[in-house]
């Protein structure tokens, strides 16, 4: 059922989705040059890598030694809109019509963070990523890691296509005032390090 939604929702968007996507390739290929996208191995169901695709929003500006340059420093005006916007996640509908990840799931982060997660934490690989989810609607990067976990775990347990609803409508309001686009005192998000030895945040749930 929810593959189905997927997909429905994905190809009926299609005619508004596709031209859009057309104008921000050469908006990147303009702004910040070649490649427009950026590939990535993510971790997707039960663990299992996949090429996630997204629209470059940083420049490839590195130090003396070689070294990528911090976020901060690579990420321009343009690129800040893209993230602030999520327009930078377009590419990854192709994700979804593949079958790698869902419209509604935990966010795909990096493969170098599953050794890392607790048990708990690890269930968010139960199901496929998604676009959005949860924590993305709960505060996205404003969020401690802790309770982005908690909230992604929260929907591996109470999922279902009314919640998918629920979380897509307010995905729309979060998009439109630009809520949590980094986490405070960063450009983006602070790396995962590890599982805290405390116990999970309290979190009330979204129904």
């Known amino acids: 059922m929810k593959r189905a939604f997927d997909l429905f929702c994905v190809i009926l968007t299609a005619p508004l989705w596709v031209p859009l996507l057309g104008v921000v ?37 590195r130090d003396a030694s070689g070294q990528l340059l911090p ?4 990420l321009t005006a343009f690129g800040r809109l893209l993230r602030s916007t999520s327009l930078d ?14 419209l509604v799931g935990p ?11 607790s048990p708990r934490q690890a269930r968010r690989h139960d199901v496929r990523p998604g676009l959005t989810g949860l924590a993305q609607v ?3 990067n404003a969020l401690t890691w ?13 999922r279902s296509l009314l919640l998918d609803l629920k979380i897509l409508a307010l995905t729309v309001r979060a ?11 960063a450009a983006t998000m602070p790396r995962f390090t590890g599982a805290s030895p405390k116990s999970p945040p309290t979190i009330q749930s979204l129904r």
């Open 25 to 61: 390739a050469l908006l990147v290929r303009v702004k910040l040059g070649s490649p427009v996208f950026f590939r990535q191995a993510r971790p997707g169901l039960h663990g299992k890598s996949f090429q996630l695709v997204k629209f470059r929003s940083m420049t490839s500006q």
């Open 71 to 74: 976020d901060a420093q690579r």
């Open 89 to 102: 996640e377009l590419p990854e509908l192709w994700n979804v019509l593949r079958g790698e990840m869902s």
């Open 107 to 117: 966010r795909p982060l990096l493969v170098e963070y599953l050794p890392l997660y």
């Open 138 to 140: 709960k505060g996205r």
């Open 146 to 158: 802790e309770e982005k976990f908690e909230w992604d775990v929260r929907y591996v347990e109470d």
């Open 175 to 185: 998009v439109l005032i630009r809520d949590g686009i980094s986490a405070a005192g």
